[in-house]
């Protein structure tokens, strides 16, 4: 699969770009913590950052399946480094305000929603078919290594004070220089056939495109467990500079070696699943991983306030949310990936992501909110409640529709 020029390029620029990307998401969270002290607006800044995502992406991603994919990604990708320099620019002017670096990501986050369709519409035309689900994997363990390097990268950065900030809001217009590189030597796969279509207005695509979640059994289950992955694991990532300083596991600098055991565990899950390269059985044995997944998160907080400072109980426990939350993602982005029709695969994909921030933006903020009233250890056991209250109406909803 890596013998293929084409996803060669593309996996080596994306590669890249989601290390400078890291450091960039991570310096949202750690500014904003340092200058209020405030889990709220933490929660503030990244339900801007992920929210955008359900107002543009059903029209993004009509617009994905009917135009050049890979120009429509280049476009948004051009957008995201004049966002990076400007954030940069404002942040070493000394103008930067809480509510300002959340409007910054609120731009971010809409740039997100009209780029991701066309992202994940493309990867069918970097790879041969009987390579897609190990590319899925690959695609995932490349971001994984990336999400170590990047808070790696992050806490030696922010170990300097907030003088670097400035620095490390460019760190993903950086980046994306890198990724437009690689992208500008990709000679893509032939497209597939689609179906015959009368070419009907955008409004009757974008409302399929959001119809078949509910319609399409397959569409419906994937969607639904990465949806619930998305409510317990993104406050983890975002609030870990809160999480850090409340329980006493690091030095401030440092709580980025918290997110990156987060994400070594999502390596190892995504080695798992190229290894396999099928997606034969992904039903059953996503949803026994996903399971447990709830089952630690709701136990993990509870734990640490008993224990504060319990550093390697986090770690560890980090770790197997880490492989867990991927695991789950990785093998239902299969089961889309393979089931999908090429003139839906920008909505079905790009809209699955869309879903999965949105819920992912409210669940931040909400933790954010009862975090500051009630402590780490109540608000998330709270997500992880909340998900297998939702996983349970969707898997029931599923069983009447096929009984």
């Known amino acids: 699969m890596l013998r293929e020029p084409a996803y060669l390029r593309f996996v080596t620029g994306y590669g890249i770009s989601y290390v400078f990307y890291w450091i960039t998401l991570l310096s949202i969270g750690w500014w904003m913590w340092q200058t209020t002290a405030s889990a709220t607006w933490v929660g503030i800044a990244y339900f801007c950052d992920l929210f955008p995502s359900i107002l543009v992406t059903p029209f993004a991603a009509a617009f994905a399946d009917r135009g050049d994919r890979l120009r429509i990604l280049k476009s948004v990708l051009w957008l995201q480094v004049c966002t990076g320099l400007t954030l940069s ?15 910054f990501a609120l731009v971010e986050g809409t740039l997100v929603g009209f780029g991701q369709p066309a992202f994940f519409g493309l ?3 970097l790879v041969s078919q009987q390579n897609l689900s190990a590319a899925v994997a690959v695609n995932v363990s490349v971001v994984q290594i990336s999400y170590i390097l990047g808070p790696l990268l992050a806490g030696m950065l922010f170990s300097f004070g907030l003088g670097i900030a400035p620095l490390a809001f460019a760190a993903n217009a950086l980046g994306t220089l890198g990724y437009l590189w690689c992208l500008s030597g990709i000679t893509l796969h032939p497209q597939p056939p689609k179906e015959a279509t009368d070419a009907p207005a955008l409004l009757p695509e974008v409302v399929a495109g959001l119809t078949v979640f509910w319609t399409n ?17 993104r406050p983890l990532t975002s609030m870990m500079p809160a999480i850090n300083d409340r329980f006493s596991l690091f030095s401030p ?33 996503t949803l026994r991983v996903l399971v447990a997944v709830m089952l630690l998160d709701g136990l993990l907080f509870p734990a640490l306030s008993v224990f504060p400072g319990a550093t390697t109980l986090a770690i560890a426990c980090l770790f197997l949310l880490g492989f867990g939350c991927s695991y789950v993602v990785t093998g239902n982005n299969i089961i889309l990936q393979n089931r999908t029709p090429e003139h839906m695969r920008s909505r079905v994909l790009g809209n699955n992501l869309m879903l999965a921030r949105a819920a ?29 209250i939702g996983l349970f109406l969707g898997l029931n909803r599923t069983i009447r529709r096929t009984a």
């Not at 933006?361 to 909340?386: E, N, R, Y």
């Open 89 to 103: 620019a404002v942040a070493a002017s000394g103008a930067l305000t809480p509510a300002m670096l959340a409007g």
């Open 123 to 125: 990867l069918n035309r």
């Open 217 to 233: 059994p397959v569409v419906f289950r994937a969607s639904l467990f990465v949806l619930v992955v998305a409510v317990m694991q």
């Open 253 to 285: 600098a440092y709580f980025t070696l918290l997110t990156a055991s987060l994400m070594a565990g999502g390596l190892f899950a995504g080695l798992v699943h190229a290894r396999r390269n099928s997606g034969h059985g992904q039903e059953r044995a």
């Open 360 to 388: 992912g933006a409210i669940s931040v903020l909400g933790v954010g909110l009862l975090a500051d009233a009630q402590g780490f250890g109540i608000a998330m056991p709270c997500a992880a409640l909340i998900g297998a």
